[in-house]
């Protein structure tokens, strides 16, 4: 075991000092409507949202909201509802005094996006201190799939990696597997799909209130495997949404797709009375195999299917909630039976009878409580319990029948308490502890490790000072892994993290944010135990029972701008780590595989993205984007592997009233930078064209939208898919999707 001094140390008592010798400031309170533009009649059910607590509230039948007991200063507050803009103002507040804020919604296609993941509160992603995007359901049902991979590609900063269609994950800024943690309402999902390249991550994106990826590291708050960023799916039902509504809400989708057959729904609901608040939601999708230029990829549909339900309390002092979820699915690994023949010498491995596929199910059980508004410096105390009980079973079809080929189960048990400071003049944070407990088990041909008890320990703070002219942020965590396989050698492994940051405004609407990060990462379970074939990464793996833990230095620069008529950012970032793991291939073919081990050097990791959304005119609206990733090996210059290329794109937006029609042109340059094992990817340049229509009413939000993807049909490979020299991408194509929200 190694651990480094950090150049950092952040101790969150001293931020505790300050706030103790603070002087109770005079209150008062913010109150107002919110009101639709296209209709001229109140919202119920709009979400209000200070941005220095994080406080929210909806508004009752009457449209009307109400904040009490604040401290004199100045506030930002936020109104938004679903599918509509939202609007903000800085209000400010003397002692004893009542102020009247209201709001007036409509349709723009710039609206301030919400984000709960990157500081663990509510606040808008143009005031986060990382770089953060958020999609709300109306932007998830127009890119609906089921794997989550295939939804945020294109995003900005975010790519796939993939086996086939069915279990792609996101890529964020060149990072993928153990280094990107996907996450449901800010807990694991207790999946395997960090660990190879043919599982998939059980999120039904149909079924969120949004989709949140937070780019670059994520490790005070989440742990070391968010070095490189998180992706967290989140629910209506989330423990900072506890503010109960009275009555039904609600919301349909329903989706359908050519190019690969793609039917799927999901429906939920809520209900509320008084304290109370109850919800069940259930739904899924299913595809065949799909199209491409070069003909049809067989053995690469997928279907879908979950379920959850809950019940919460929230009370003036003290809140609970229950939550209960089940996923079932089943996806096609394309080839995957050629490249297992191949690896158990086959004659001839491209005859393919043989099919594989991969059967999960994932049930959770969730409890979260606490007590709030206590009136101390600590003013909120959330303790959560997530439990989460993986299973998947890899399927060989063949004439005349079928057998299990390996069975994976991973039971993991999350425990979480985080005390939230009140705020105290320009002094807010959360101090917390962390601890984890999984016991992990294969059995089969692809049982690489043995049985495997991992158990995990941190304590963490996150502070924000907010001065008038700028606001500093810093933070600390302190984590401990340990590792204890069966007949193998135990591992455990302490590190400090540590990250300061500075957002400065500029100019109305526009700021600068700068954040240095310390970050340890613990290796992986396969990356010290794996020893044998491993056909979903294509290579025979040889652990390292030898690895020390990583330890990055990165700096992140973001400049923004957000008005009505321009939507604006630039990130520029570098990420250099000592003894980073990667495995190197050792030349020899083993089991017809390329026999790699899991070794150690340091890296850099550089890049930037950036994105422009114009109002040319009220009616014509300009989208450009850019991102760019070079990763390599710092002392050889050798590429990384699975580097996504330069990237870029150019659309426009027609809009009238709820109607908007955006075509959009995708280019990729092609990828030459290579490591040892790769091949070069060809350039492409794609056209898609996405036109919808929304509906907003008093009570319902409509929205029906029409993706063409693809258009010219054109012949394009992933450079981070496994299989992409032998299947292309999708081919031409178009989704249909309707969605309802009710309120």
């Known amino acids: 075991m190694r651990v480094r001094k950090p150049i950092l140390v952040v101790v969150p008592l001293f931020a505790l000092f300050l706030s103790v010798h603070s002087e109770a400031q005079s209150v008062g309170s913010i109150r107002g409507s919110v009101f639709l533009k296209e209709r001229d009649v109140v919202m119920h059910n709009a979400s209000i949202l200070l941005v220095s607590s994080g406080r929210t509230v909806e508004t009752d039948e009457n449209g009307a909201y109400r904040f009490d007991d604040l401290p004199a200063g100045t506030y930002e507050v936020v109104a938004s509802s679903p599918g509509l803009a939202a609007e903000i103002q800085s209000v400010y507040v003397s002692p004893g005094e009542a102020v009247v804020a209201d709001f007036v919604l409509s349709l723009s296609p710039i609206r301030e996006e919400i984000t709960v993941t990157a500081s663990g509160r509510l606040q808008t992603t143009f005031e986060s201190f990382q770089t953060v995007t958020s999609l709300d359901s109306f932007d998830l049902a127009q890119q609906a799939s089921g794997a989550l991979g295939d939804v945020l590609d294109n995003q900005p900063g975010v790519t796939k990696r993939s086996f086939g269609p069915g279990n792609s994950r996101p890529v964020v800024r060149g990072f993928d597997g153990d280094r990107v943690l996907v996450l449901q309402d800010g807990v694991r999902t207790g999946s395997l799909a960090a660990q190879s390249g043919d599982h998939g991550e059980p999120i039904d994106v149909l079924s969120l209130e949004r989709l949140e990826i937070v780019k670059g590291p994520a490790t005070l708050l989440y742990g070391s495997n968010a070095i490189g960023g998180v992706v967290n799916a989140v629910s209506g039902h989330h423990e900072l949404h506890l503010h109960p509504h009275q009555g039904v809400t609600g919301y349909l989708s329903g989706v359908t797709g050519s190019a690969n057959a793609t039917v799927g729904g999901s429906a939920g609901f809520e209900f509320g009375w008084g304290n109370w608040l109850t919800w069940g939601s259930g739904g899924g999708q299913r595809s065949g195999d799909y199209d ?325 005119t009220p009616y014509l609206w300009v989208n450009t984007g850019v991102d760019l990733v070079r990763a390599e090996l710092t002392a050889t210059g050798t590429p990384i592997p699975r580097i996504p290329p330069l990237r870029g794109r150019f659309g426009v937006d027609a809009r009238f009233g709820g109607l908007s029609i955006k075509p959009e042109v995708v280019v990729a340059k092609d990828q030459d930078r290579l490591f040892s094992t790769e091949t070069r990817t060809p350039g492409y340049t794609l056209m898609n064209l996405t036109a919808s229509y929304t509906l907003p009413r008093q009570h319902t939000s409509h929205q029906i939208a029409l993706n063409v993807f693809n258009i010219g049909n054109r012949l394009y490979r992933n450079h981070l898919s496994f299989i992409k020299d032998l299947a292309p991408e999708i081919g031409r194509g178009a989704r249909l999707t309707y969605t309802m929200k009710f309120f």
């Open 292 to 616: 491409t230029p070069e003909g049809v990829i067989t053995n690469s549909g997928s279907r879908v299917g979950n379920g959850t339900g809950g019940l919460s309390y929230a009370g003036e002092r003290g809140f609970f909630s229950l939550n209960y979820g089940y996923d079932r699915g089943f996806y096609d690994i394309p080839f995957a039976a050629e490249f297992e023949a191949k690896s158990e010498g086959g004659e001839n491995p491209g005859a393919g009878e043989e099919t594989i596929s991969i059967d999960y199910g994932r049930q959770n059980l969730r409890f979260s409580g606490g007590v709030q508004n206590t009136g101390h410096f600590i003013d909120t105390v959330t303790v959560s319990l997530n439990y989460s009980d993986w299973h998947h079973e890899e399927l060989e079809f063949f004439p005349g029948g079928s057998e299990v080929g390996t069975v994976f189960d991973n039971g993991q048990f999350v425990y979480r308490a985080t005390l939230d400071q009140r705020q105290t003049g320009p002094l807010t944070g959360t101090l917390g502890v962390w601890g984890t407990v999984r016991d992990y088990d294969v059995v089969g041909a692809e049982a690489l490790s043995p049985p495997v008890v991992q158990k995990g320990f941190a304590v963490f703070g996150l502070e924000e000072l907010d001065f008038e002219n700028f606001r500093l942020q810093f933070g600390g965590r302190v984590e401990h892994t340990s590792y204890v396989p069966e007949s193998l050698q135990t591992r455990s492994f302490t590190g400090v993290s540590g990250a300061a940051g500075i957002r400065v405004p500029l100019w109305a609407g526009g700021a600068f944010v700068a954040n240095y990060t310390r970050s340890f990462r613990a290796p992986a379970l396969d990356e010290l135990y794996n020893d044998g074939p491993h056909v979903g990464n294509l290579t025979y793996e040889i652990g390292n029972g030898d690895l020390q833990s990583e330890q990055s230095d990165g700096i992140d620069l973001s400049l923004r701008h957000e008005r009505s008529r321009v939507s604006a950012e630039i990130n520029m970032y570098a990420y250099r780590i000592s003894d980073f793991v990667f495995l190197g291939p050792t030349g020899v073919i083993n089991e017809g595989l390329i026999e790699a081990r899991y070794s150690q050097a340091d890296s850099l990791y550089s890049g930037m993205e950036g994105a422009v959304y114009v109002g040319v």
